[in-house]
């Protein structure tokens, strides 16, 4: 089992959709979340960060935490055309490497 | 720089030849990141630097296949004998270090593209 899972897709929406990405992780230890988005033939860049648990905001991003459940997402509300792009969970725990998801390929139709 | 700076930006080899791809962090962050990423996958971890400590290397998909990193700063990721599977796009990424808020976040390069003939 991998440390970290996140179903990689593809996933198509209208333009307008809510998005909702997901992952799940095995490491009670993580306490640290993120989300990065990567556009094709380019470095992933980060989207979204968050320590523990709970919810944050950012524009049309909202990243969620349950620490109980092992269980992140992201959502994107009024998706555009421009938001096509893969995205990638990633945590990690005090003093370890960061570890990713396989990513999961967002296509957003206009 | 102001960026992760990764050279070269393309490499075509040919196979059997050995290769030399080269990462620059963004100055200050003692934690370096390799990734291997093959079209249309997800990242393949390679190996990881933190500050002195020695390298988890436990990404390496064979003994073909090293890095060092000089001084704390600068890092090689050198490929040997250089198989058709190897054609990949080589991400390499920083953080400031590994543990605190923030401190975890990853920067990363744009890639250096290499395609084995």
């Known amino acids: 089992q991998k440390e970290v899972e996140q179903d990689p897709g593809p996933l198509s929406v209208p333009e307008g959709a809510i998005v909702s990405l997901n992952c799940t992780y095995s490491?009670?230890?993580?306490?640290?979340f993120m989300w990065y988005r990567q556009y094709s033939r380019k470095g992933p860049e980060l989207l979204m960060y968050t320590y523990s648990s709970g919810n944050k905001e950012d524009g049309r991003f909202t990243a969620q935490v349950d620490k109980s459940s092992k269980y992140i997402s992201l959502f994107i509300r009024d998706s555009q055309p421009s938001d096509s792009a893969t995205y990638l969970c990633?945590?990690?725990?005090?003093?370890?490497?960061?570890?990713f998801g396989a990513g999961t390929r967002l296509f957003v139709k206009a | 720089g102001a960026g992760v700076s990764q050279s070269p930006s393309n490499k075509v080899t040919e196979k059997g030849k050995d290769v030399e791809l080269r990462c620059d962090p963004i100055?200050?962050?003692?934690?370096l990141y390799w990734y291997r990423q093959s079209l249309g996958q997800g990242l393949e971890f390679l190996i990881y630097?933190?500050?002195?400590?020695?390298?988890?290397k436990s990404g390496l998909p064979s003994d073909r296949f090293s890095a060092e990193r000089t001084g704390g700063s600068v890092s090689t990721l050198t490929i040997q004998r250089t198989q058709q599977e190897d054609s990949a796009v080589y991400l390499c990424?920083?953080?400031?270090?590994?543990?605190?808020?923030?401190?975890?976040?990853?920067?990363f390069g744009e890639g250096s593209w290499l395609t084995v003939v």
């Open positions: 990424a920083s953080s400031l270090r590994t543990g605190g808020n923030s401190g975890n976040t990853i920067y």
């Open positions: 630097f933190q500050g002195n400590s020695a390298p988890d």
């Open positions: 990633a945590m990690s725990a005090r003093g370890f490497k960061t570890i």
């Open positions: 100055s200050g962050h003692t934690a």
């Open positions: 490491n009670s230890a993580f306490q640290y």
